[in-house]
């Protein structure tokens, strides 16, 4: 049983930043893809970014790249997700993903979810 627990939301006007954190236990060597999703009020979860085991492969969705990035510290088990140039439309309850796998260029997620961090960027 893998556990995750994203952190770091908060508030922030468009324009600024914000590092979110997911800290994972259990389930030891944790080896496998991690990824973050996110969902916005009345809309379905959404892909975001996606990183391999080692950081050797990421994926983005064509919505954040450039302005998000994703790293892993696989010593600490936690992966990041740095959001520069947010825009109201990155608004979200922002999850992260252990497990899942990269496929061409989807990711396919796994069944451990965190509880989930809010990100709002007012305008």
């Known amino acids: 049983q893998v556990q995750l627990v994203e952190s770091g939301g908060g508030h922030v006007q468009a324009g600024g930043s914000l590092r979110l954190s997911c800290a994972a236990s259990g389930g030891t060597p944790l080896r496998y893809t991690m990824a973050w999703f996110r969902q916005a009020p009345e809309k379905e979860r959404e892909f975001v970014a996606a990183i391999t085991w080692g950081g050797g492969q990421t994926l983005f969705s064509d919505s954040v790249k450039g302005r998000f990035t994703i790293s892993r510290d696989d010593a600490k088990n936690t992966m990041y997700l740095q959001m520069n140039s947010l825009r109201p439309e990155d608004t979200a309850v922002y999850y992260c993903?252990?497990?899942?796998?990269?496929?061409?260029?989807?990711?396919?997620?796994?069944?451990?979810w965190g509880q989930g961090t809010q990100v709002t960027v007012s305008s």
């Open positions: 993903n252990y497990g899942g796998s990269v496929i061409g260029s989807t990711y396919r997620p796994y069944i451990y």
